[in-house]
């Protein structure tokens, strides 16, 4: 579904990834890992295209669509979705109507028709619950005031209502208590449906207890440098990244 | 002195009314006042040379009105209606039944008020140049009146439209009595070229509320000059929103005068330019007195070739102690050619407030159009719903839901077009 090839991102001349290669099957959850400033919120970003991240070699494709070649809003349509680390307040629009003109600029998109009003409605409302966020927060300002957590499951309520393919979620658990914690896994959990996959970045082991990955992988100067199943998670938790760091020089000594 | 201003002159000196003891005072100062220039500081950025060059019909001269030229209807208003064509009051269309405790007369029937009287020109800055010219000229308006303890639950709402070349000048009075509750809208519409002045002074009494809405939403060509200038006293409040729409010129002056202690003010603005609109906005804020406190927040959105201007000044007076005032001014420039010209100004004399000031000029967050993006949401889309949001933080804060609701698709048309160029 997913094919990442040779990725180099460059950030204000600053070379961040530097060869990133991974593949990702339908249904698929691959955990990335790895300490701060290795790369990790510039994949999702260099995906989805921000403005600035500028991709200096290698490819990306999504089914077969290459993303790098779309606009911002297209990689969207073609079922991209970023949940992000700090989401945006926007005062004076609507949650309600940022997420129906989402849902209808996709849908146009693809060339469906648009969803009624009503059914919209039924749909945001169902999501809202899913999320366990008060009904109100549908008419309030876009994160407008939200406290961090609020943010993060409104975040989960957008990626259920927009159905993507592929979605990638940056630290959606950092900030969250326990309870929110399992909010954000449950909302995650239910979008399995062993078609849709996921690439969740993550800090921390705890978020991977109760979003079972498929794979995990440890990024670090802007290259996946080690691969594994869930136990490899583990491993990071008990030895930390200096561990990571040690095991990054042996594998540079072996290869010189 | 230009043709224009000669030929005002002549037509103040034929007026006789119960007014003429004030007009005269100001005709006398009109007389000894240049027209103003781009070397006027309060008229710099103020393109008024159009005002010379275009042809209008001679002041208040009654026109026919016709279906395309009356305001646009706000629906669920339910207001008490004062309808004004072309500067001329329409008794007819006007709504009769008032409640209890309000009295409205028409100023050209020269109701023999003697608060109407003193009040005239009372709070309005005496040498502004196009309030002088409206001193002289504006025979008709409206005189509200609200009896003390009284809440009118009703708006009062002054519909004023303009059609083709023509020329008015209305004024209006109102006194707010003491505890009295009410809200006034004044909605002035142009649909062609036209030129009116429409200046407003409210005196709101102890304990009074006013709740006051200026919908000032002209078309491209339409030129306009007015004011609103209030008057607080002792915990007084008021809420102002004003709403700007293009015109070749349109320049307001807000006056918002605290001379009792614990008085409340505060004021909204929204403009919205496209095309070579200009829009100018004088204020000033007078704190007299001590323990009062001033909000207002100004947002603009600029696009094509358009001006705003925005001149904001907070005085605070000598020994009016803890004050508390804030004024914010935040613009958004959609195109490289459209300009904003925004001068806050503090003049503080006492030594124990707070005052803040802010103005921005931003284009559009790169954050939040990314983020929008990001939903699938096309750059253009994204534009108008941001420069919505913009605005309609400011439409969500307004109490009469009949006027946001009617407001809000105005808006977001307007954006589409604006976003468009």
Same mark, same amino acid.
């Given at each position: 579904?997913?094919?990442?090839?040779?990725?180099?991102?460059?950030?204000a001349?600053?070379?961040?990834i530097?060869?990133l290669?991974?593949?990702i099957?339908?249904?698929?959850?691959?955990?990335?890992?790895?300490?701060?400033?290795a790369?990790?919120?510039t994949?999702?970003?260099?995906?989805t295209?921000r403005?600035?991240y500028?991709?200096?070699?290698?490819?990306?494709?999504?089914?077969g669509?290459?993303?790098?070649?779309?606009?911002?809003e297209?990689?969207a349509?073609a079922?991209l979705f970023?949940?992000?680390?700090?989401p945006?307040e926007?005062p004076?629009?609507?949650?309600?109507?940022?997420l129906?003109?989402?849902?209808?600029?996709?849908?146009?998109?693809?060339?469906?028709?648009?969803l009624?009003s009503?059914?919209?409605?039924?749909r945001?409302?169902?999501?809202c619950?899913q999320?366990?966020l008060?009904?109100?927060?549908?008419k309030?300002?876009?994160?407008?005031?939200?406290?961090?957590?609020?943010?993060?499951?409104?975040?989960i309520?957008?990626?259920?209502?927009l159905?993507p393919i592929?979605?990638?979620?940056?630290?959606?658990?950092?900030?969250?208590?326990?309870?929110a914690?399992?909010?954000v896994a449950?909302?995650?959990?239910?979008?399995?449906d062993?078609?849709r996959?996921?690439?969740?970045?993550t800090h921390?082991q705890r978020?991977?207890?109760y979003i079972?990955?498929?794979?995990?992988?440890?990024?670090?100067?802007?290259?996946?440098?080690?691969?594994?199943?869930p136990?490899?998670a583990?491993?990071?938790?008990a030895?930390?990244?200096?561990?990571?760091?040690?095991?990054?020089r042996?594998?540079q000594e072996a290869?010189? | 002195?230009?043709?224009?201003?000669?030929?005002?002159?002549?037509?103040?000196?034929?007026i006789?009314?119960?007014l003429?003891?004030?007009r005269?005072q100001s005709?006398s100062?009109?007389?000894s006042?240049?027209?103003?220039t781009?070397q006027?500081?309060?008229?710099?950025?103020?393109?008024?040379n159009?005002?010379?060059?275009a042809v209008?019909?001679?002041?208040?001269?009654?026109?026919?009105?016709?279906?395309?030229?009356?305001?646009?209807?706000?629906?669920?208003?339910q207001?008490?209606?004062?309808?004004?064509?072309?500067?001329?009051?329409d008794?007819n269309?006007?709504?009769?039944?008032?409640?209890?405790?309000?009295t409205i007369s028409?100023?050209?029937?020269g109701a023999?008020? $003697?608060?109407?009287?003193?009040?005239?020109n009372?709070?309005k800055?005496?040498?502004?140049?196009?309030?002088?010219?409206?001193d002289t000229?504006?025979?008709?308006?409206c005189i509200?009146?609200?009896?003390?303890?009284?809440?009118?639950?009703q708006?009062?709402?002054?519909?004023?439209s303009?059609?083709?070349g023509?020329?008015?000048?209305t004024?209006i009075?109102?006194?707010?009595?003491?505890?009295?509750k009410v809200?006034?809208?004044?909605?002035?519409?142009?649909?062609q070229?036209?030129f009116?002045? $429409?200046?407003?002074?409210?005196?709101?009494?102890?304990?009074?509320?006013?709740?006051?809405?200026?919908l000032a939403?002209?078309?491209?060509?339409?030129?306009?000059?007015?004011?609103?200038?209030?008057?607080l $006293?002792t915990t007084s409040?008021?809420?102002?929103?004003l709403i700007?729409?293009g015109?070749?010129?349109?320049r307001?002056?807000?006056?918002?005068?605290?001379t009792?202690?614990q008085?409340?003010?505060?004021a909204?603005?929204?403009?919205?330019l496209d095309?070579?609109?200009v829009?100018?906005?004088? $204020?000033?804020?007078?704190?007299?007195?001590?323990?009062g406190?001033?909000?207002?927040?100004?947002?603009?959105i600029?696009?094509?070739?358009a001006?705003?201007?925005?001149?904001?000044r907070?005085?605070?007076?000598?020994n009016?102690?803890?004050?508390?005032?804030?004024?914010?001014?935040r613009?958004?420039?959609?195109?490289?050619?459209?300009q904003?010209?925004?001068?806050?100004?503090?003049?503080i004399?006492?030594d124990d407030?707070?005052?803040?000031?802010s103005?921005t000029?931003?284009?559009i967050?790169?954050?939040a159009?990314?983020?929008?993006?990001?939903?699938?949401?096309s750059?253009?889309?994204a534009?108008?719903?941001?420069s919505?949001?913009?605005?309609?933080e400011?439409?969500?804060?307004?109490?009469?839901?009949?006027i946001?609701?009617w407001?809000?698709?105005?808006?977001?048309q307007?954006?589409a077009?604006?976003?468009?160029?």
């Amino acid at each position: 579904m997913l094919k990442i090839n040779n990725l180099h991102v460059n950030v204000a001349n600053n070379d961040i990834i530097k060869g990133l290669t991974l593949s990702i099957k339908p249904g698929e959850v691959h955990a990335i890992m790895g300490p701060t400033g290795a790369g990790k919120s510039t994949l999702g970003y260099a995906l989805t295209g921000r403005d600035g991240y500028q991709v200096t070699q290698g490819s990306a494709t999504l089914n077969g669509t290459d993303l790098l070649d779309l606009e911002v809003e297209d990689r969207a349509a073609a079922g991209l979705f970023l949940a992000f680390q700090y989401p945006v307040e926007i005062p004076g629009v609507s949650n309600m109507e940022f997420l129906k003109v989402s849902v209808d600029s996709q849908r146009k998109a693809r060339g469906q028709e648009a969803l009624s009003s009503s059914v919209f409605l039924k749909r945001a409302k169902a999501a809202c619950k899913q999320v366990n966020l008060p009904l109100a927060f549908l008419k309030r300002g876009v994160n407008e005031g939200f406290s961090g957590g609020e943010k993060k499951r409104n975040e989960i309520m957008q990626m259920i209502l927009l159905e993507p393919i592929l979605s990638i979620l940056d630290e959606s658990d950092s900030g969250l208590d326990i309870d929110a914690l399992k909010i954000v896994a449950e909302g995650i959990n239910g979008q399995r449906d062993g078609q849709r996959s996921f690439i969740v970045i993550t800090h921390y082991q705890r978020l991977l207890d109760y979003i079972k990955p498929d794979f995990v992988h440890v990024l670090a100067d802007g290259k996946i440098i080690k691969s594994g199943g869930p136990e490899l998670a583990l491993e990071l938790e008990a030895q930390g990244y200096a561990w990571l760091e040690s095991y990054d020089r042996n594998a540079q000594e072996a290869n010189a | 002195m230009s043709n224009w201003l000669a030929e005002t002159i002549r037509q103040a000196e034929k007026i006789d009314d119960w007014l003429s003891p004030k007009r005269a005072q100001s005709l006398s100062l009109l007389k000894s006042t240049a027209w103003p220039t781009r070397q006027t500081e309060a008229w710099k950025y103020t393109p008024i040379n159009v005002i010379e060059r275009a042809v209008f019909k001679s002041a208040n001269d009654p026109q026919i009105p016709t279906e395309q030229n009356s305001c646009s209807q706000i629906p669920n208003l339910q207001a008490i209606e004062l309808i004004f064509f072309d500067g001329i009051f329409d008794r007819n269309a006007s709504t009769q039944q008032l409640p209890d405790g309000l009295t409205i007369s028409s100023l050209s029937e020269g109701a023999d008020l $003697s608060w109407a009287l003193s009040s005239f020109n009372q709070t309005k800055p005496k040498h502004h140049f196009f309030g002088l010219i409206n001193d002289t000229l504006a025979t008709q308006g409206c005189i509200i009146d609200v009896a003390e303890d009284q809440c009118i639950q009703q708006p009062i709402h002054i519909a004023q439209s303009f059609s083709l070349g023509s020329q008015s000048h209305t004024r209006i009075l109102v006194r707010v009595g003491k505890r009295a509750k009410v809200t006034v809208i004044e909605q002035l519409q142009g649909d062609q070229l036209s030129f009116n002045t $429409s200046f407003a002074e409210y005196q709101i009494a102890d304990h009074a509320y006013l709740e006051h809405y200026r919908l000032a939403m002209q078309c491209e060509q339409a030129i306009s000059v007015g004011g609103c200038h209030f008057h607080l $006293s002792t915990t007084s409040q008021l809420n102002s929103n004003l709403i700007g729409f293009g015109s070749q010129l349109s320049r307001i002056d807000m006056d918002i005068i605290h001379t009792g202690e614990q008085s409340n003010a505060k004021a909204n603005v929204i403009y919205l330019l496209d095309g070579k609109e200009v829009f100018d906005l004088h $204020s000033a804020i007078e704190h007299t007195v001590p323990n009062g406190v001033s909000e207002q927040n100004i947002r603009c959105i600029v696009a094509d070739r358009a001006n705003a201007i925005f001149n904001g000044r907070i005085h605070i007076h000598r020994n009016a102690q803890k004050i508390l005032a804030a004024m914010n001014n935040r613009n958004l420039l959609l195109s490289d050619n459209a300009q904003i010209n925004t001068k806050p100004e503090l003049e503080i004399y006492a030594d124990d407030v707070r005052c803040a000031h802010s103005a921005t000029i931003a284009e559009i967050d790169d954050e939040a159009m990314f983020y929008l993006q990001s939903r699938g949401i096309s750059r253009g889309d994204a534009q108008v719903l941001l420069s919505f949001g913009f605005i309609n933080e400011l439409v969500d804060q307004m109490n009469n839901a009949a006027i946001a609701q009617w407001l809000r698709p105005i808006l977001r048309q307007r954006f589409a077009k604006m976003g468009l160029r």
